[in-house]
């Protein structure tokens, strides 16, 4: 009798023993797995830019001095996006507001600076087509615009439910996401910047 209470209450302990919830959000979790993609895409790029510039036949040319201009610019819009992400966690909505606004125009006028970048880097006569040292500059700047397009566009849409007053101490997920994502297209482009400098 007392084996069959022992296993009776062994069972009971299996049945009722909660499931553990994820750790992680999925959506922030899906994140982090676009986010590591895209660092192997510029991880792989940056290697065949090696490779190639090791090959020889590599047109030097100046660095268009724009290109300080939008790493500044990129560098403000991180700290704009901060300034937002702890007003939120103080319920201080309507900084929120101006921060998020700040970020996002920020994030326009880096994209516009990439324009101008290339506008210079077309009267140098360094085009897409032609020597490969052109061509990885427009591939890496077009690539990362690319995905600030996306960060743009989320941050328009975090913009939005701010403004509706979705966005506070205690819903604070979307913003996260949102920061995460900015700082880490932020990180990505001083990264290729640096890159670009050093190996030139």
């Known amino acids: ?11 009971l302990k299996l049945i009722e023993e909660p499931k553990r919830p994820m750790a992680m959000n999925p959506r922030k979790f899906a994140l982090w797995l676009f986010m590591i993609t895209v660092v192997m895409i510029f991880a792989a790029l940056t ?3 090696i490779v190639r510039q090791g090959e020889g036949n590599w047109m030097l040319f100046k660095l268009p001095l724009e290109l300080w201009v939008t790493s500044g610019i990129i560098l403000l819009s991180s700290a704009t996006m901060h300034w937002g992400y702890l007003s939120a966690k103080k319920d201080e909505l309507e ?5 998020i606004s700040l970020t996002t125009l920020l994030g326009v006028a880096f994209l516009v600076g990439q324009v101008y970048v290339w506008n210079a880097l077309v009267e140098q006569s360094v085009f ?3 020597n490969p040292s052109g061509s990885f500059l427009y591939v890496l700047s077009g690539l990362h615009g690319l995905h600030l397009v996306s960060g743009v566009i989320f941050l328009i849409i975090v913009l939005i439910s701010t403004l509706k007053y979705k966005v506070h101490s205690k819903n604070l997920n979307q ?14 482009w001083i990264y290729l910047f640096v890159f670009l400098l050093v190996n030139h």
Not at 1 to 11: F, Y
Not at 95 to 99: G, L, R
Request: glycine share 8%; charged share 20%; aromatic share 14%.
């Open 95 to 99: 900084k929120v507001k101006i921060a």
């Open 128 to 130: 897409f087509v032609g």
């Open 1 to 11: 009798m007392n084996m069959k209470g022992e296993d009776m209450t062994g069972d």
């Open 175 to 188: 913003l996260q996401m949102c920061a995460t994502y900015w700082h880490f297209l932020d990180a990505l």
């Open 47 to 49: 290697s065949a830019y």
